[in-house]
């Protein structure tokens, strides 16, 4: 079965089957919705039931089907996801509705389908689109041009400092970063990572080489690509190219 994705700044959100991955760690927040029998290893224990994993924990994940989500850590939900955690390792979820094994579709949504889950963890997930919920015009507008760029190549690291970013606002630094952090429900720096990773995703589907993909999305070369990947994701982005539509 081809797994299902969505994917936006600050969250990666996969349906799957047969997911099996070695051990590894990733900078992301993981959580774990199994629909069957499914075992997750960490610290050699057996894990059968939802699960939260921490930030830079090494585990193993062997799965039949279920839900798999990747949550940057200074996103709002990925800071409510840490003081769930305490300083934990993993978290073990109890008393959680069992899933069924229908395979969601890319256009079904996730905010509905993972709702029992999130209800259980009183927290919210909001897959919305990234604007729907924004009221500063100003930080419209800075997405706006950020949106327009990405998908030309123009991008480049310097262009997007956020000194410079909350001087073509006629806002001082530390204001532009409150400001959207608390518009956008995550930091700048790492919606601005996460963004130009799904450019350069965006661009190997559609054909461009890794260095090609690289350099459109910001980054100097594609090693360092694959490095960012794997620290955010846990995995190569070569093996990732297998859960994307072409």
């Known amino acids: 079965m081809r797994p299902t994705i969505w994917l936006k700044p600050g969250i990666l959100i996969i349906y799957g089957a047969s997911l099996d991955a070695d051990t590894h760690k990733h900078h992301a927040i993981q959580v774990v919705w199994p629909t069957d029998s499914s075992v997750c290893t960490i610290d050699n224990k057996d894990i059968k039931e939802p699960v939260i994993i921490n930030s830079d924990v090494k585990h193993q994940l062997k799965m039949q089907s279920g839900w ?9 939900l990925g800071e409510g996801l840490s003081d769930l955690l305490a300083q934990k390792k993993a978290l073990e979820l109890e008393r959680v509705p069992q899933l069924n094994d229908e395979k969601p579709s890319p256009t079904d949504d996730p905010n509905v389908l993972l709702a029992p889950l999130f209800q259980k963890l009183s927290l919210e997930l909001d897959f919305a689109s990234t604007t ?13 041009n950020l949106n327009g760029c990405l998908p030309n190549g123009c991008l480049k690291p310097t262009s997007w ?7 073509s606002l006629h806002l001082s630094e530390s204001r532009f970063l409150h400001l959207f952090s608390e518009q956008m429900g995550i930091a700048w720096r790492p ?3 996460w963004h130009r990773m799904i450019c350069a995703i965006n661009a190997i589907v559609k054909g461009a080489s890794a260095t090609e993909a690289a350099h459109q999305a910001g980054f100097s070369d594609s090693a360092h690509l694959s490095r960012t990947f794997r620290n955010l994701f846990g995995m190569s982005i070569r093996k990732s190219l297998a859960l994307f539509p072409k």
């Open 68 to 76: 798999i989500l990747l949550i940057e850590p200074k996103s709002d």
């Open 132 to 144: 729907s919920h924004i009221s500063d015009a100003r930080i419209l507008k800075l997405l706006e």
């Open 161 to 167: 400092k956020a000194a410079e970013v909350a001087d």
């Open 191 to 193: 919606f601005l990572l």
